[in-house]
T-cell receptor, first 116, second 108 residues
Framework: DAGVIQSPRHEVTEMGQEVTLRCKPI?????LFWYRQTMMRGLELLIY????????DSGMPEDRFSAKMPNASFSTLKIQPSEPRDSAVYFC??????????????FGPGTRLTVL | AQTVTQSQPEMSVQEAETVTLSCTYD???????LFWYKQPPSRQMILVIR??????QNATENRFSVNFQKAAKSFSLKISDSQLGDAAMYFC?????FGAGTRLTVKP
């Protein structure tokens, strides 16, 4: 099993540019999560998909952030336009959600985003 | 709102000794899971241990065990016989919410 795959691992961009982060969840998992990790705010849930449908996007900071999951094996997190305060490590995680229980989340290696 | 609180930003332990990391959470649910994750310098998040709330018995995984107090909404992690490789950030998690983390240092 390849685990959760994220790309790129590192991204450096300039303020105002569009950034797209990509995630491939573990095959068979039906829940996908995007998190942002910073020193100041810790690990924050941005958005959660279940069966490719966004369930909770209350953590998305503002309209500059958008996420999609066009199919069960792919998701993107887009920031447009990017700002220096978006600099963080972005994690994608997936899990198999059985009923109302929440199972272990499997995390990708993260994408370190630096916005200059 | 569901919250997870880790009140110890940093902890230190001598190699081979035991350390306990604290976590409290808030929920109105009766059946749920709680998790401890480890994040080493490589930043890869790794599950350490999981506790099912309806189970009375505390979960144990080798040197890692939990003290789960459901009524108090407390979920602490005990690491026995600490090893240098245990040095990492440790996160307590409930649902999709994570605590602020505890940075564990292991002294040789």
């Amino acid at each position: 099993d390849a685990g959760v795959i994220q790309s790129p691992r590192h991204e450096v961009t300039e303020m105002g540019q569009e950034v797209t982060l990509r995630c491939k969840p573990i095959s068979g998992h039906n829940s996908l999560f995007w998190y942002r990790q910073t020193m100041m705010r810790g690990l924050e849930l941005l958005i959660y998909f279940n069966n490719n449908v966004p369930i909770d996007d209350s953590g998305m900071p503002e309209d500059r952030f958008s996420a999609k999951m066009p199919n069960a094996s792919f998701s993107t997190l887009k920031i447009q336009p990017s700002e220096p305060r978006d600099s963080a490590v972005y994690f994608c995680a997936s899990s198999y959600e059985a009923g109302s229980s929440y199972n272990e989340q499997f995390f990708g290696p993260g994408t370190r985003l630096t916005v200059l | 709102a569901q919250t997870v609180t880790q009140s110890q930003p940093e902890m230190s332990v001598q190699e081979a000794e035991t350390v306990t990391l604290s976590c409290t959470y808030d929920t109105s649910e009766s059946d749920y899971y709680l998790f401890w994750y480890k994040q080493p310098p490589s930043r890869q998040m790794i599950l350490v241990i999981r506790q099912e709330a309806y189970k009375q018995q505390n979960a144990t995984e080798n040197r890692f065990s939990v003290n789960f107090q459901k009524a108090a909404k407390s979920f602490s992690l005990k690491i026995s016989d600490s090893q240098l490789g245990d040095a990492a950030m440790y996160f307590c998690a409930y649902d999709m919410r994570f605590g602020a983390g505890t940075r564990l240092t292991v002294k040789p």
